[in-house]
């Protein structure tokens, strides 16, 4: 436990001069002045009874009336020095008035003020009495000495004695009026006399020794708790029993002897019950103040930072876990250890004086300042300390609570400050930056050698050459550069920044940015700038070419034939090419943000404000046709290409027009003449079915009848008729079949290519078998597409591929890889293989590459692919391969693609050359 008492209700008492103190003398001078004012008033005023309260009663005189107001005006100020009169002066008349009682002379002061009509002249009227007179000296005594410590007593002993006398004569009057005769002296002092010098005396006394028990009477603490508890008892009580008494003293109900001891039983009663009370008081603070005491046991051991508790004698008396941690020692080996052991050896004879010294004054403050403190541990190593001393008082003397911090950490984070000091001198010594400085308070610059070689001279360091660095700047931006500083310097700014010229001495003229930080006081006033300035020489020549190339850039696009325009990362145009204002005939602020879309075809307007909405979400590009209002109020058809045109950060499109309405009309025109020529190559070819197989039966049957009749020549001849008429008919159905390709109206589902496969294989069964060709199908996947016409694609290709076989057994791999947000197919074969220049003609309707005796067909069966691919949204092609045989390769959409959807790059664009140096195939 510390060997501590905590000292709450027996600290010295505050010197009367408090604002307690203060107030209540300012209410006490206020009421004697206002009721000395008001007692002068009635002898002015002729009613002097008012004087007494009470006809018959004793009055107060002009004179008294004159020493309260005086009093009520002295007994506020604070310093006798600035009281000379009125103190002085009310003791003045108080002594008079005793010296013509004492000596039975007359000065002719009683009646200076006013006469004094009620009182005889035998009795000298006007006078205060004796025992008034005394009060108002003793009064004017303890007001007028100087609130010290030394002359307390005078102060309370003389207001005490006044307030005794004064309370006397009050209960007299309380308990009965008449009973005042019998007091000798005090039978002529008046009622307001004696409640005046009471309020008086008592405003002395609570500035005094009072002072501090009446400060504990509202607060919390034990001795106001015990004043609160006693001071019912003490005024009350007597009042009450001395009332009781005399009431019923005359009356005859209660004797005199038996009052007597009536009075002092319940006063013994009452003074019990009061002391009972405050014991139990003083045992509920004893617990809470050992309470207390184990508390700061508490937080002196947990305590973060290293304490010792040390007395007079240099001992230590405890210490924390930290203080134990940092010197080595235990607590038991650091109780009664002496301070000296945990100083350096060297510096032990010197500490001793030091710590006699303190105690000799004691007063909290750090030690050693100015000088380098060190603390030695226990295995005699050193380290610099910092020590905080805290006198406290204790009940075996004077402690102090001695707080040490280790400063090794602080030293070597100053030493690494040093360190870092130099080396950012090194620093703005050796960087290429331009680095300054400017002392607001004196004008002075500093700027690093960089700075020197950047402006091209060596100017002296100070106020001069924030002179010269001015007056370099070019006319044109000095007053500029110069009156921005001195307004953020001014303003309270924390930067500043200016950009402008600056005229070398080779006559160089540089474009220089200044980035500045301007530090400053805790009250905003500015100490110093520090900046960095920036040679933009190039930079600005750079800006300067990127501002002509964009000028040309925007003449171009602006001089450009097609309808150009740029839009922001939220879709909102900003800019529109000549050309689109032009063929709308609306200036650029009436389409501005999203004023474009009106003129768009109503229709279609909401359709392209979703969809590209949609390509803003994915950042994608944008293809889109939609019809345009034009300058005339026509819509015509515009196809729109835009393009994001940041790649790093979106910031918006790039789009193109091109007025394709007559393209359009065009193209609506050519579909509508394919569709009545696919028609009638359908109608056509099925009409001719009949004729030609009345002329393949009427030749058979001419051959059988007159076979006999005919040489060797005419039945030759009937043989090519009839083999003409079969191949014409073999032509028709082949033209049927392709003209039937993309004219189902059968919708495209998901499709498994493994399963078209498979299905392809079986219609080819009898050809494998007689071939005796092997194909291998690898994993295949689903697609958006037809059945059917997928099942016609395999089939053509691995008919081809046996068709046209080498010597060796047809072999036929199958594959299929993602390619392109789609499926490539290869279709491998180890056949003829076909010549890179007939790549694309086998592809043609009815175009072979051999004759019919060696290979038969009508050269139709890849057209047929290539028509039922491209419908699907893909592409065919002969790939190049090295090796005998050939290689077919196709794309198709994934089958959670729409059924319209199209390889975004076509066959050349994918990495296939024009020209591959080798292509085997098939015709």
Same mark, same amino acid.
């Given at each position: 436990?510390?060997?501590?008492?905590?000292?709450?209700?027996?600290?010295?008492?505050?010197?009367?001069?408090?604002?307690?103190?203060?107030?209540?003398?300012?209410?006490?001078?206020?009421?004697?002045?206002?009721?000395?004012?008001?007692?002068?008033?009635?002898?002015?005023?002729?009613?002097?009874?008012?004087?007494?309260?009470?006809?018959?009663?004793?009055?107060?005189?002009?004179?008294?009336?004159?020493?309260?107001?005086?009093?009520?005006?002295?007994?506020?100020?604070?310093?006798?020095?600035?009281?000379?009169?009125?103190?002085?002066?009310?003791?003045?008349?108080?002594?008079?008035?005793?010296?013509?009682?004492?000596?039975?002379?007359?000065?002719?002061?009683?009646?200076?003020?006013?006469?004094?009509?009620?009182?005889?002249?035998?009795?000298?009227?006007?006078?205060?009495?004796?025992?008034?007179?005394?009060?108002?000296?003793?009064?004017?005594?303890?007001?007028?000495?100087?609130?010290?410590?030394?002359?307390?007593?005078?102060?309370?002993?003389?207001?005490?004695?006044?307030?005794?006398?004064?309370?006397?004569?009050?209960?007299?009057?309380?308990?009965?009026?008449?009973?005042?005769?019998?007091?000798?002296?005090?039978?002529?002092?008046?009622?307001?006399?004696?409640?005046?010098?009471?309020?008086?005396?008592?405003?002395?006394?609570?500035?005094?020794?009072?002072?501090?028990?009446?400060?504990?009477?509202?607060?919390?603490?034990?001795?106001?708790?015990?004043?609160?508890?006693?001071?019912?008892?003490?005024?009350?009580?007597?009042?009450?029993?001395?009332?009781?008494?005399?009431?019923?003293?005359?009356?005859?109900?209660?004797?005199?002897?038996?009052?007597?001891?009536?009075?002092?039983?319940?006063?013994?009663?009452?003074?019990?019950?009061?002391?009972?009370?405050?014991?139990?008081?003083?045992?509920?603070?004893?617990?809470?103040?050992?309470?207390?005491?184990?508390?700061?046991?508490?937080?002196?051991?947990?305590?973060?930072?290293?304490?010792?508790?040390?007395?007079?004698?240099?001992?230590?008396?405890?210490?924390?876990?930290?203080?134990?941690?940092?010197?080595?020692?235990?607590?038991?080996?650091?109780?009664?250890?002496?301070?000296?052991?945990?100083?350096?050896?060297?510096?032990?004879?010197?500490?001793?004086?030091?710590?006699?010294?303190?105690?000799?004054?004691?007063?909290?403050?750090?030690?050693?300042?100015?000088?380098?403190?060190?603390?030695?541990?226990?295995?005699?190593?050193?380290?610099?300390?910092?020590?905080?001393?805290?006198?406290?008082?204790?009940?075996?003397?004077?402690? !102090? %609570?001695?707080?040490? =911090? @280790?400063? /090794?950490?602080?030293?070597?984070? &100053?030493?690494?400050? #040093?360190?870092? +000091?130099? *080396?950012?001198?090194?620093?703005?010594?050796?960087?290429?930056?331009?680095?300054?400085?400017?002392?607001?308070?004196?004008?002075?610059?500093?700027?690093?050698?960089?700075?020197?070689?950047?402006?091209?001279?060596?100017?002296?360091?100070?106020?001069?050459?924030?002179?010269?660095?001015?007056?370099?700047?070019?006319?044109?931006?000095?007053?500029?550069?110069?009156?921005?500083?001195?307004?953020?310097?001014?303003?309270?700014?924390?930067?500043?920044?200016?950009?402008?010229?600056?005229?070398?001495?080779?006559?160089?003229?540089?474009?220089?940015?200044?980035?500045?930080?301007?530090?400053?006081?805790?009250?905003?006033?500015?100490?110093? !700038? %520090?900046?960095?300035? =920036? @040679?933009? /020489?190039?930079?600005?020549?750079? &800006?300067?070419?990127? #501002?002509?190339? +964009?000028? *040309?850039?925007?003449?171009?696009?602006?001089?450009?034939?097609?309808?150009?325009?740029?839009?922001?990362?939220?879709?909102?145009?900003?800019?529109?090419?000549?050309?689109?204002?032009?063929?709308?005939?609306?200036?650029?602020?009436?389409?501005?943000?999203?004023?474009?879309?009106?003129?768009?075809?109503?229709?279609?307007?909401?359709?392209?404000?979703?969809?590209?909405?949609?390509?803003?979400?994915?950042?994608?590009?944008?293809?889109?046709?939609?019809?345009?209002?034009?300058?005339?109020?026509?819509?015509?058809?515009?196809?729109?290409?835009?393009?994001?045109?940041?790649?790093?950060?979106?910031?918006?499109?790039?789009?193109?027009?091109?007025?394709?309405?007559?393209?359009?009309?065009?193209?609506?025109?050519?579909?509508?003449?394919?569709?009545?020529?696919?028609?009638?190559?359908?109608?056509?070819?099925?009409?001719?079915?009949?004729?030609?197989?009345?002329?393949?039966?009427?030749?058979?049957?001419?051959?059988?009848?007159?076979?006999?009749?005919?040489?060797?020549?005419?039945?030759?001849?009937?043989?090519?008729?009839?083999?003409?008429?079969?191949?014409?008919?073999?032509?028709?159905?082949?033209?049927?079949?392709?003209?039937?390709?993309?004219?189902?109206?059968?919708?495209?589902?998901?499709?498994?290519?493994?399963?078209?496969?498979?299905?392809?294989?079986?219609?080819?069964?009898?050809?494998?078998?007689?071939?005796?060709?092997?194909?291998?199908?690898?994993?295949?996947?689903?697609?958006?597409?037809?059945?059917?016409?997928?099942?016609?694609?395999?089939?053509?290709?691995?008919?081809?591929?046996?068709?046209?076989?080498?010597?060796?057994?047809?072999?036929?791999?199958?594959?299929?890889?993602?390619?392109?947000?789609?499926?490539?197919?290869?279709?491998?074969?180890?056949?003829?293989?076909?010549?890179?220049?007939?790549?694309?003609?086998?592809?043609?309707?009815?175009?072979?590459?051999?004759?019919?005796?060696?290979?038969?067909?009508?050269?139709?069966?890849?057209?047929?692919?290539?028509?039922?691919?491209?419908?699907?949204?893909?592409?065919?092609?002969?790939?190049?391969?090295?090796?005998?045989?050939?290689?077919?390769?196709?794309?198709?959409?994934?089958?959670?693609?729409?059924?319209?959807?199209?390889?975004?790059?076509?066959?050349?664009?994918?990495?296939?050359?024009?020209?591959?140096?080798?292509?085997?195939?098939?015709?």
């Amino acid at each position: 436990m510390l060997p501590l008492m905590l000292t709450n209700d027996t600290d010295p008492a505050r010197p009367a001069d408090d604002r307690f103190g203060r107030r209540v003398v300012q209410w006490a001078g206020v009421i004697s002045i206002v009721g000395g004012l008001a007692l002068l008033l009635a002898w002015l005023l002729r009613a002097e009874t008012l004087a007494g309260i009470m006809p018959g009663w004793p009055t107060t005189k002009a004179n008294t009336a004159l020493c309260f107001i005086l009093l009520g005006i002295a007994l506020p100020l604070r310093q006798p020095a600035r009281r000379p009169i009125a103190c002085p002066l009310c003791l003045l008349i108080a002594m008079l008035t005793l010296a013509q009682y004492t000596f039975g002379v007359d000065l002719g002061i009683d009646e200076l003020l006013v006469r004094d009509r009620l009182t005889p002249a035998e009795a000298f009227p006007g006078r205060m009495s004796p025992a008034t007179a005394s009060c108002l000296a003793l009064l004017a005594i303890g007001c007028g000495v100087r609130a010290g410590t030394g002359r307390i007593p005078v102060q309370f002993g003389s207001a005490g004695i006044v307030l005794f006398i004064s309370l006397l004569v009050l209960f007299v009057y309380a308990y009965q009026a008449e009973a005042l005769g019998e007091v000798g002296l005090l039978a002529t002092m008046s009622l307001p006399t004696a409640l005046l010098l009471a309020i008086q005396s008592a405003a002395i006394c609570a500035t005094t020794r009072g002072a501090r028990a009446l400060r504990m009477l509202p607060g919390t603490s034990t001795g106001g708790t015990a004043l609160r508890r006693m001071l019912p008892g003490v005024l009350i009580g007597p009042l009450l029993l001395g009332g009781l008494v005399t009431v019923a003293g005359p009356m005859g109900i209660l004797q005199a002897s038996f009052a007597t001891a009536a009075f002092a039983a319940a006063m013994t009663v009452a003074g019990l019950a009061i002391l009972l009370w405050n014991a139990q008081l003083v045992s509920v603070f004893e617990r809470r103040r050992a309470e207390t005491e184990q508390n700061m046991q508490r937080a002196f051991t947990s305590s973060l930072v290293p304490t010792l508790l040390v007395d007079q004698t240099g001992c230590v008396q405890t210490s924390n876990r930290v203080a134990q941690d940092l010197f080595g020692y235990s607590a038991e080996e650091f109780e009664g250890l002496s301070v000296e052991e945990l100083v350096p050896p060297g510096r032990r004879a010197g500490h001793a004086r030091l710590r006699a010294g303190f105690f000799a004054c004691p007063a909290a403050r750090p030690m050693g300042q100015g000088i380098d403190l060190y603390g030695c541990r226990r295995d005699g190593t050193e380290f610099p300390v910092e020590i905080g001393l805290n006198p406290i008082p204790s009940r075996s003397g004077d402690l !102090v %609570v001695v707080t040490i =911090l @280790d400063l /090794t950490a602080r030293r070597s984070a &100053e030493q690494a400050i #040093r360190e870092n +000091e130099h *080396r950012l001198s090194l620093v703005y010594e050796a960087t290429n930056e331009a680095i300054w400085e400017y002392n607001v308070n004196d004008g002075r610059v500093w700027w690093n050698p960089a700075a020197d070689r950047l402006l091209g001279a060596r100017a002296e360091q100070g106020s001069g050459l924030l002179n010269w660095w001015r007056q370099r700047i070019h006319p044109d931006d000095r007053e500029r550069v110069w009156s921005s500083l001195q307004h953020a310097i001014q303003a309270g700014d924390s930067t500043w920044t200016a950009a402008y010229r600056f005229e070398r001495l080779d006559g160089r003229v540089l474009h220089l940015l200044d980035r500045a930080r301007i530090d400053r006081r805790n009250d905003g006033r500015a100490v110093q !700038v %520090v900046g960095a300035r =920036l @040679d933009r /020489t190039e930079a600005h020549r750079h &800006e300067e070419r990127l #501002r002509t190339s +964009e000028t *040309r850039a925007r003449a171009m696009v602006d001089q450009a034939p097609m309808l150009m325009w740029i839009s922001d990362e939220r879709g909102q145009v900003i800019y529109l090419n000549r050309a689109w204002r032009k063929f709308t005939g609306r200036p650029l602020d009436a389409a501005r943000g999203d004023g474009w879309l009106g003129s768009v075809h109503p229709e279609e307007r909401v359709e392209v404000e979703a969809e590209l909405g949609e390509a803003m979400a994915r950042r994608a590009a944008l293809v889109r046709q939609c019809r345009v209002r034009d300058a005339e109020g026509q819509y015509r058809w515009v196809l729109w290409h835009a393009l994001p045109w940041r790649s790093d950060d979106f910031g918006g499109y790039i789009g193109c027009g091109i007025d394709i309405d007559v393209m359009k009309h065009s193209l609506e025109e050519l579909t509508r003449s394919n569709a009545e020529l696919e028609n009638f190559a359908y109608v056509a070819s099925h009409d001719l079915q009949e004729p030609l197989r009345m002329v393949s039966s009427f030749c058979q049957l001419l051959d059988r009848r007159y076979a006999d009749q005919l040489d060797e020549t005419g039945h030759e001849f009937i043989d090519f008729a009839v083999d003409g008429a079969q191949r014409m008919q073999q032509l028709i159905d082949d033209l049927l079949a392709y003209s039937r390709v993309g004219r189902t109206d059968t919708a495209f589902e998901p499709v498994s290519i493994a399963t078209s496969c498979d299905r392809a294989l079986q219609y080819l069964s009898a050809t494998i078998a007689d071939s005796g060709a092997t194909v291998r199908c690898g994993d295949l996947p689903i697609v958006r597409g037809n059945d059917g016409q997928l099942t016609m694609v395999f089939q053509n290709l691995i008919a081809n591929a046996i068709k046209f076989r080498s010597e060796a057994a047809p072999e036929v791999d199958i594959s299929a890889a993602p390619e392109h947000g789609g499926w490539r197919f290869l279709v491998r074969d180890n056949g003829i293989g076909i010549q890179p220049q007939h790549a694309d003609r086998i592809f043609r309707i009815f175009q072979r590459l051999h004759g019919r005796e060696a290979y038969p067909g009508s050269g139709i069966g890849l057209a047929i692919c290539k028509k039922i691919i491209e419908t699907h949204g893909g592409w065919i092609r002969v790939e190049p391969q090295s090796g005998p045989g050939c290689t077919f390769a196709f794309w198709l959409p994934r089958a959670d693609q729409p059924g319209d959807a199209r390889l975004p790059d076509q066959p050349d664009d994918a990495g296939r050359p024009d020209q591959p140096a080798a292509l085997p195939g098939s015709a």
